[in-house]
């Protein structure tokens, strides 16, 4: 829902009010900031939790294991929902 739902009935709302051009892509620049906070937040996270801890080959293995598993999971969903 929020990567197509809410997106559509922002700018929905936006054409409605009939803004200029310079609060229109205001309003989609803060809509996009604030999107994006919660991505970036998490990428930090993630960056300074890795990067105090190095990965040892058996955590290496069993993270190419899932990552591996996962792709299978999505390929799979793609050939059976597609």
């Known amino acids: 829902m929020c990567t197509s739902g809410f997106p559509a009935l922002y700018t ?15 309003y989609l620049l803060l809509y996009n900031v604030a999107y994006m906070f919660d ?14 801890h190095r990965l040892q080959e058996k955590e290496g293995r069993w993270l190419k294991l899932m990552s591996g598993l ?4 999505l390929g799979g969903y793609l050939l059976i929902f597609t």
């Open 39 to 52: 991505d970036l937040m998490i990428l930090t996270i993630g960056v300074v939790t890795l990067s105090q």
């Open 12 to 26: 929905r709302i936006l054409t409605l009010q009939h803004l200029n051009s310079i609060e229109y892509y205001g």
């Open 70 to 73: 996962v792709m299978v999971g």
